[in-house]
């Protein structure tokens, strides 16, 4: 037998005395940083006090916005949300448990205990990183969608004056939408007649059912050809994953920098039309904020 025969065997078998100690003693291991699996991939350290449950990284996602996380015909909570989940999981050497909760829960079940991410594409604001620990992954800004052909011939802003427009609240949309209707009154011009759901798929079918004339989110429309993109994005931000542990958070920014430096990060987001964060990864503070 070979010495890395050998090595990977002594491997196995450490692994294997592992899980039947904490069988034995009632808890999950927790893999320590650098430790190989038998699968030959490094991990890097999570307390399982940090955990919810022991053993999973546990996920909440608001699955209502398609490419960013939707929920497929089979029930399953996809897109570019729940595959960095997995990566994420996977570089801690977790199993993943994702959630779907309206974005508002979001924060408060990270007080709580009930989950420990949100990767629902957070937005920073000073406010936000006082209550919550936010790790920057993405620059995006908002879209306008309109259905096919766009009857409105939409280009800017200015061009919206007076329309009636879908958008999900509370957040960073809304708040976006409101900010733009502002800017339209400023200049002597019509405001929006916003029109609030509680998520973009709502939002979305008042658009196709002619309830609305434009909506503004950060997704990407489906390819059904029902919508179609107006204009250049708008309100360029920083998209982050929300955590309330500081050890976890620091172990998230490890397995982040890893994504980044071996490419697949960038791969992942290229493959969904979204731009990566370039600057420092880490844990911002209203101090430190991203800058790209």
């Given at each position: 037998m070979s010495r890395n025969s050998i090595r990977r065997a002594a491997l196995t078998l450490s692994s294997v005395a592992l899980l039947l100690a904490a069988a034995a003693f009632g808890t999950s291991p927790t893999l320590a940083a650098g430790t190989e699996t038998a699968a030959g991939k490094k991990c890097v350290e999570v307390p399982a006090s940090s955990l919810v449950k022991p053993g999973?990284?546990?996920?909440?996602?608001?699955?209502?916005?398609?490419?960013?996380?939707?929920?497929?015909?089979?029930?399953?909570?996809?897109?570019?949300?729940?595959?960095?989940?997995?990566?994420?999981?996977?570089?801690?050497?977790?199993?993943?448990?994702?959630?779907?909760?309206?974005?508002?829960?979001?924060?408060?079940g990270l007080q709580s205990k009930r989950w420990d991410i949100s990767?629902?594409?957070?937005?920073?604001?000073?406010?936000?990183?006082?209550?919550?620990?936010?790790?920057?992954?993405?620059?995006?800004?908002?879209?306008?969608?309109v259905t096919a052909g766009n009857p409105h011939n939409i280009k800017t802003v200015d061009d919206m004056a007076g329309l009636r427009v879908a958008t999900e609240g509370p957040g960073y949309e809304f708040d976006t939408t409101n900010k733009l209707s502002d800017g339209l009154v400023a200049a002597g011009k019509k405001p929006f007649e916003v029109l609030v759901f509680d998520d973009n798929t709502k939002a979305a079918q008042a658009l196709a059912a002619g309830q609305a004339d434009a909506l503004i989110t950060t997704g990407l429309p489906p390819s059904d050809g029902r919508f179609e993109?107006?204009?250049?994005?708008?309100?360029?931000?920083?998209?982050?994953?929300?955590?309330?542990?500081?050890?976890?958070?620091?172990a998230v920014v490890e397995v982040v920098k890893n994504l980044r430096q071996d490419g697949s990060l960038k791969a992942l987001l290229d493959k969904y039309g979204f731009t990566m964060y370039q600057g420092v990864t880490k844990v911002i503070t209203a101090d430190s904020p991203p800058k790209n």
């Open positions: 999973t990284l546990t996920v909440v996602t608001n699955a209502a916005s398609y490419p960013s996380s939707y929920v497929d015909q089979d029930g399953k909570i996809v897109g570019v949300r729940a595959e960095m989940a997995k990566m994420i999981a996977d570089g801690l050497c977790l199993d993943l448990e994702m959630i779907n909760s309206p974005f508002d829960t979001h924060i408060p990767a629902s594409g957070m937005v920073y604001t000073p406010a936000r990183v006082e209550v919550v620990k936010m790790i920057p992954v993405e620059v995006q800004g908002v879209v306008v969608w993109l107006a204009g250049e994005p708008l309100n360029q931000t920083f998209k982050c994953l929300g955590l309330n542990d500081e050890a976890l958070a620091e």
